[in-house]
Nanobody
């Protein structure tokens, strides 16, 4: 089970850190990712981090976002700087049960477990 938090209302240009805490004993066996879904749009990939801490970012957040994980705390984080109104969305964390050498996935269908989402609103 995944529990995301950290969303809220932020002014454009500001920053935000989202957290996603996992329950259970297998957190370090999962690749982890963040997706987001704006009203009327499909859920889209934001960033992913492998079990060995390799990372992958969507072009829309590259250079502004940092994904990280703390296996001891069973938590994955997403920090975004220079927020823009177009970053407004519900942000979801997700877990992909994968072997260590499996590539990071960018499609929602490839993820096995999802959190409930946390709303980020960026005002202009």
């Amino acid at each position: 089970q995944l529990q995301a938090c950290g969303g809220g209302l932020v002014q454009a240009g500001g920053s935000l850190r989202l957290s996603c805490a996992a329950s259970g004993h297998s957190f370090n066996r999962y690749h982890m990712a963040w997706f987001r879904q704006a009203p009327g749009q499909d859920r889209g990939f934001v960033a992913a981090i492998s079990k060995s801490a390799n990372t992958l970012y969507a072009d829309s957040v590259k250079g502004r976002a940092t994904i990280s994980r703390d296996n001891d705390k069973k938590t994955v984080y997403l920090h975004i700087d220079s927020l823009k109104p177009e970053d407004t969305a519900v942000y979801y964390c997700a877990a992909d049960w994968a072997i260590l050498t499996a590539p990071l996935q960018t499609k929602a269908i490839d993820y096995d477990v999802w959190g409930q989402g946390t709303l980020v609103t960026v005002s202009s």
